[in-house]
């Protein structure tokens, strides 16, 4: 099973390094869960974060990674 991390911004989390480093280090805890592919995208301004670590399956394909980004770029989702 795939493993899935995120947070919305605290005032720990107020620079783009430290924001970055946050959910690096939250999917790092989570090789074990997905050892296939790692992701990360973040919002700083908008203060959200999200992190999935990938175990394949089924859909082995580059295209199967997350989170996902929407082809506008307005919806961002990761799910397992």
């Given amino acids: 099973m795939c493993g899935i991390s995120g947070f919305l911004k605290s005032n720990a989390v107020n620079t783009e390094e430290s924001f970055k480093n946050s959910i690096d280090k939250m999917n790092a805890t989570l090789v074990h869960r997905g050892p296939d592919?790692?992701?990360?995208?973040?919002?700083?301004?908008?203060?959200?974060?999200?992190?999935?670590?990938?175990?394949?399956?089924?859909?082995?394909?580059?295209?199967?990674?997350?989170?996902?980004?929407?082809?506008?770029?307005?919806?961002?989702?990761?799910y397992n």
């Fill in 37 to 78: 592919n790692d992701g990360c995208w973040y919002d700083m301004e908008a203060g959200i974060a999200f992190g999935h670590r990938r175990l394949s399956i089924i859909d082995v394909s580059p295209e199967g990674n997350e989170p996902m980004i929407s082809a506008s770029g307005r919806y961002i989702i990761t």
